[in-house]
């Protein structure tokens, strides 16, 4: 061949080489599912992207707001008792410099985190203080997503904020997950999170191929009232073994029924919710009750709430829904067996030793 066809040939392979990466079809953007906006999508990753090339802390939490630290918060505001409690168990009482108003009617600060009685207050969901929050000049405010126009208010002001939704279980150990990540505890939120996995993990075998009883759970203002399907009391029912009644209503928060209900699901097992306005002896005592399959064989029970209301869902939720389990399932469960287990979990989480007659009293 001579050299001039080579040339040619070149200089063809050459073209056609360009031409093929010229024509390379390139990666459509994606649309963002909440608004449909191409923009803004693209703008979220170029801020992911520039957060993980400068060492930010990146974090969505849960109105899928997101929040960039340079560094782990040092100085917390926590507006939500929930989030508070996850202070203690992350190992941030020291980092702590405002709470939710009512600190004293929370045993577990007394008992964990004393300093915490002793701090400013910012306020309950009804009636937050914004300017109270602003003063104390935190680098992260957690608050409940119901806060929502105090949340869209300090981050207005260029103070970084996480909304919280602990609803769930898998809401909860997302919550663990944002606070770890956002204070440099995120080895310890994970710790609490396989705590979690293997407890429950224990308690699908306790009650595998065991007849589920029908559990009502009153709430603590009044007997009326239940947890519905969306609240946490029903997952803690169902993963204990058990049927909550109230599953049927679509409610996010405490329902009211009537005596009429309550008759009709005629529960083998009634549950007090913790702190509850009324009795035992209330529930024992009312006629209109007697009926019910749980009356008849005395199987009324009220949550332990010596030193957290188990039944919210806080760090230590696990051992309300283990204490479910022990009453469900007592012969598989000893009540001894969980209070020994209660022991070592506020230990290894909460850094305290309790009295185990404490725990039911």
């Known amino acids: 061949m001579s050299f ?19 024509c390379k079809p390139k990666d459509e953007p994606k649309l963002d599912e909440r608004t449909g906006d191409i923009s803004e999508t693209l703008q979220i990753e170029e801020i992911e992207k520039q957060s993980q090339e400068s060492g930010s802390i990146t974090i969505t939490d849960h109105l899928g707001r997101k929040i960039i630290l340079d560094k782990s918060a040092e100085k917390i505001v926590s507006g939500y008792y929930i989030t508070t409690s996850m202070m203690i168990a992350l190992g941030l009482e020291d980092n702590v410099v405002g709470i939710e108003a009512k ?12 300093e915490f009685l002793e701090l400013p207050n910012v306020g309950t969901a009804k009636e937050f203080d914004l300017e109270g929050c602003i003063a104390l000049e935190p680098d992260l405010v957690i608050l409940p997503v119901k806060l929502k126009e105090a949340v869209e208010s300090l981050e207005g002001l260029g103070i970084n904020v996480i909304a ?23 080895d310890r939120a994970k710790k609490l999170i396989s ?3 293997e407890k429950i993990s224990e308690i699908g075998k306790i009650t595998e191929d065991k007849e589920q009883k029908k559990v009502y759970l009153g709430g603590n203002s009044d007997f009326l009232s239940t947890a519905p399907k969306k609240m946490y009391q029903n997952y803690m029912i169902e993963t204990a073994g058990g049927i909550n009644v109230a599953s ?14 309550l008759l009709a699901y005629n529960p083998d097992v009634i549950i007090i919710a913790p702190s509850a306005d009324y009795t035992k002896d209330d529930i024992i005592n009312n006629n209109k009750l007697s009926a019910i399959s749980a009356m008849k064989n005395r199987r009324v029970y009220v949550m332990p709430d010596s030193f957290e209301a188990w039944d919210a869902p806080i760090p230590s939720s696990i051992l309300g829904t283990m204490w479910l389990t022990s009453i469900l399932h007592e012969e598989d469960y000893s009540n001894d067996t969980f209070k020994q287990d209660v022991a070592d979990f506020y230990k290894e989480f909460y850094d305290i030793e309790i009295n185990k007659e404490d725990i039911i009293k």
């Open 4 to 22: 001039c066809k080579r040339g040619i040939l070149i200089l063809l392979a050459i073209v056609l080489t360009i031409s093929m990466v010229g």
């Open 103 to 114: 600190a004293k009617s929370r045993n577990i600060y007394a008992l964990a985190a004393p």
């Open 164 to 186: 919280v939704n602990p609803e769930d279980m898998d809401l909860l150990k997302e919550t663990l997950i944002m606070i770890g990540k956002a204070t440099g505890t995120e």
């Open 195 to 197: 705590y979690y996995d």
């Open 248 to 261: 049927d209503i679509e409610d996010t928060y405490w329902a009211a029924i009537s005596y009429e209900q």
